[in-house]
């Protein structure tokens, strides 16, 4: 655990009145923050509660509506994150900020070069810096191959490197491992101990009341309350997110009864890809929701864009995938989509939406991919159909179905990514990581979904790293280990000791 914070600390950086508008619509409404020095300060609140909005102002990203910013008791402006960074604010983004094209060195030193370079020093010395953080992390390799654990370190290791006073991490273990987390902090913690400032941006309550001094609640824009870690409880932090009690229904009770097995609608049957997936067997079946655990490494997301067609398995020897008793093998997405099946993945920046695109227009785009060769002309007036609807079936909150889907907060982005997806009216649904970045408010809202989803009739898969919410979804849970499942329980059996015994033994 950190240390306790010193009794009085001046403020190194703070926001007086801080207000942000985007169409006459505030983000952040006359906030108030103070980070003192040397603190480990918690930013919580929903997806659109204005978490981001705060910090991007102070890393230079967003410029005030109104309001001042004052670092070191001097009234400052930064216009740029550069301009930031030379007033000693860093900021490790949700969504990495790296040169895929370039190896992590080259990005860590990325602005910092001498006139002549020798890219094997390079690589020397980031290869110690790494080594120093206890990251295992390449040097050499280029970051668009890394995944999305390791281009989060490159990116807190890079903030480390410009050697700030003030670094803000939003959802910085999100992607994480449990070791990588436990280093992670270890890391926070180091940084608090030198004297730098710490804002920490994450909706794992846990995470929030086990490393923060302090922590600052958001609801709508507004300042809720600041008060000391020791104050705080899960309770407190859920009401005053939300304005209610979200305390029993964000993962529920153990379930005490189970939908029944509906038809078979996906039978895989002894299905390689590479060295990820080996000779894996399984069952999906309709009117249920099967939940699909493992470490990172067991080919639990590997398996299933296998069946979407997102990725190809092994040629020769690949197994069978069935749909409703009938062999298939798609190619691209696309065959899958029109033959009722629907992939939420777990990557929504990457993967899940076009930023420049408006909701309306990645909620459109959804449904001209099932309807592909069977439309001549592109409908504007069903493309803002379209968005309304989902908008208020999945409570979207944006100013307007028009907004780009990069301006959203990372649930509401999630529920386009969900929205896109269901508009195919699929018979077979994965979710990769549902969840993932979202807020309780929201995680509450797409629990209900998914329910609501098999109650329909869908076959619903939700794949999780996250024990609690596989309990609370699933009516059937699959355990992945090595590239195959291992084991299989009901939920009336199933206890987390269990799951997580076959996951790694």
Do not use: C
């Not at 953080?133 to 390449?138: E, G, I, K």
């Not at 920046?349 to 439309?375: D, H, M, P």
């Amino acid at each position: 655990m950190s240390p306790n914070p010193p009794a009085v600390a001046a403020p190194i950086l703070e926001l007086r009145q801080a207000t942000k508008k985007y169409a006459g619509v505030p983000a952040i409404d006359s906030v108030d923050f103070a980070l003192r020095t040397g603190e480990i300060h918690a930013i919580v609140g929903e997806n659109g509660a204005g978490k981001s909005t705060l910090t991007k102002v102070m890393a230079g990203v967003v410029n005030l509506t109104s309001g001042q910013m004052l670092v070191e008791g001097r009234v400052v402006n930064p216009r740029t994150p550069h301009e930031a960074l030379h007033l000693g604010v860093a900021m490790v983004f949700q969504e990495t900020s790296l040169v895929p094209t370039m190896t992590v060195a080259q990005n860590l030193y990325l602005g910092q070069e001498r006139y002549f370079n020798r890219l094997r020093g390079i690589y020397i010395a980031a290869q110690q810096f790494l080594q120093s953080l206890q990251f295992d992390v390449d040097p050499t390799a280029v970051v668009s191959l890394l995944g999305a654990a390791k281009k989060q370190m490159v990116e807190i290791a890079r903030a480390v490197l410009h050697n700030a006073k003030v670094i803000i991490f939003d959802e910085p273990t999100a992607s994480l491992t449990p070791e990588e987390k436990k280093y992670f902090f270890d890391l926070v913690f180091n940084l608090k101990a030198r004297g730098v400032s710490v804002v920490f941006i994450s909706h794992a309550l846990e995470e929030a009341l086990l490393v923060s001094d302090r922590i600052t609640i958001l609801r709508d824009g507004k300042h809720v309350v600041t008060d000391d870690k020791a104050n705080f409880d899960r309770a407190r932090i859920v009401q005053a997110m939300v304005g209610r009690d979200l305390s029993q229904t964000l993962y529920g009770q153990r379930k005490t009864t189970v939908r029944p097995q509906g038809k078979r609608v996906l039978s895989v049957q002894n299905l390689r890809m590479a060295a990820m997936v080996k000779n894996n067997s399984l069952s999906v079946f309709a009117g249920q929701i099967t939940g699909v655990f493992g470490l990172v490494g067991s080919g639990r997301t590997e398996t299933f864009k296998v069946v979407a067609g997102v990725i190809k398995r092994d040629f020769m020897h690949g197994g069978e995938v069935l749909l409703n008793d009938r062999p298939v093998r798609y190619f691209v997405p696309a065959s899958a989509v029109r033959d009722g099946i629907a992939y939420v993945t777990e990557d929504r920046k990457i993967e899940g939406f076009f930023e420049t695109q408006s909701i309306a227009g990645n909620v459109y785009l959804g449904l001209l991919a099932k309807l592909r060769g069977q439309r001549a002309l592109v409908s504007k007036k069903e493309a803002a159909d379209s968005g309304t609807h989902w908008i208020k079936r999945l409570n979207i909150r944006a100013i307007g179905q028009d907004v780009k889907a990069i301006e959203l907060s990372g649930g509401n982005q999630q529920k386009v990514v969900i929205a896109k997806s269901l508009i195919q009216e699929p018979e077979l649904i994965i979710f990769d990581e549902p969840t993932r970045g979202v807020d309780v408010g929201a995680i509450t809202e797409i629990h209900q979904l998914i329910n609501r989803l098999a109650d329909e009739g869908k076959a619903v898969v939700v794949i999780s790293s996250y024990l609690p919410e596989i309990m609370a979804l699933s009516d059937r849970i699959l355990v992945q280990r090595m590239g195959k499942v291992v084991e299989e329980y009901s939920a009336l059996e199933a206890t987390e000791e269990k799951i997580m015994y076959a996951a790694i033994h």
